[in-house]
């Protein structure tokens, strides 16, 4: 089903695609029709070969996403089917954002709380601006937090850290994030756009099936043993070598000269 809202905003710089989370009066809180936007353009992003890389960020210069939209409560989550189906609006979202076969940035300038922060840790790479601010602040609002969010950030940061966010519920500044491991780069605000853009920049240059293949195998290799699927990795593998940009890159190489890879 396809969501309109004009909460969630797109654009195109070439082969890398922006979704923008566009509730700034709200700093980018998430409602459940901002959710189901989300996942239709994720998926759709996945099945366009155009596309070699996603960035998720947030209108505005204060939040990346600040959480649930609790104005919305009263219709979304009113009482506990309301809340079945809210939770299943957000399980779409993530299912598709883990499931897109391409690089996922998250540029955070703000507040990345909550929701937002499960939406962050779900991206490939978290690149934030020195202003950033982390929470969980579910044990400040009596909110049983699903064992497969928690998972992620344990994975992540460990399970010592994973703990004190969870337990302190408190703010962590962008320093801290850095510190655990929740974030890759932390750079002052005024040079986050050139930050992003250098990563773009290196990611859209670099082969998209060898990308590909080495998410495949982050991604397996994460699950438990028994759930890998190690012959789709070296399927993929083999896809490589057996592809043009295999032989334009060796041939890019000997004649000194930058490849133009096509992904295929």
Not at 62 to 78: H, L, N
Not at 182 to 207: G, H, M, S
Not at 211 to 224: F, H, S, V, Y
Request: hydrophobic share 45%; proline share 3%; charged share 25%.
């Amino acid at each position: 089903m396809s969501i309109d809202t004009d909460r969630i905003l797109t654009s195109r710089d070439g082969s890398c695609l922006t979704i923008t989370f566009n509730n700034p009066h709200k700093l980018n809180a998430m409602s459940k029709d901002m959710w189901l936007a989300a996942a239709d353009i994720l998926e759709a992003a996945g099945k366009d070969d155009s596309v070699r890389l996603v960035i998720l960020t947030g209108a505005g210069d204060r939040a990346f996403v600040a959480g649930a939209d609790i104005s919305r409560f009263a219709d979304e989550r009113s009482n506990f089917e309301a809340q079945l189906d809210y939770g299943r609006a957000v399980e779409a979202m993530h299912i598709a954002l883990k499931n897109v076969r391409k690089p996922t940035i998250a540029r955070v300038n703000g507040y990345c709380i909550g929701g937002g922060l499960a939406i962050a840790i779900d991206c490939d790479l978290r690149l934030v601006s020195d202003k950033s601010t982390f929470a969980v602040p579910a044990a400040k609002l009596g909110l049983g937090y699903a064992a497969g969010g928690i998972r992620t950030l344990r994975e992540l940061v460990g399970p010592s850290f994973a703990a004190e966010i969870f337990y302190t519920a408190r703010q962590f500044s962008a320093e801290d994030a850095r510190i655990m491991g929740l974030v890759n780069r932390v750079v002052p605000e005024a040079e986050l756009e050139d930050l992003v853009a250098d990563y773009v920049r290196r990611i859209t240059e670099n082969a998209p099936l060898t990308i590909a293949a080495a998410k495949q195998a982050i991604i397996e290799l994460g699950k438990p043993d028994a759930n890998q699927d190690l012959d789709l990795c070296q399927t993929l593998v083999e896809t490589c070598f057996s592809s043009d940009d295999y032989q334009e890159g060796r041939l890019a190489f000997m004649e000194k000269r930058k490849p133009n890879f096509q992904g295929r």
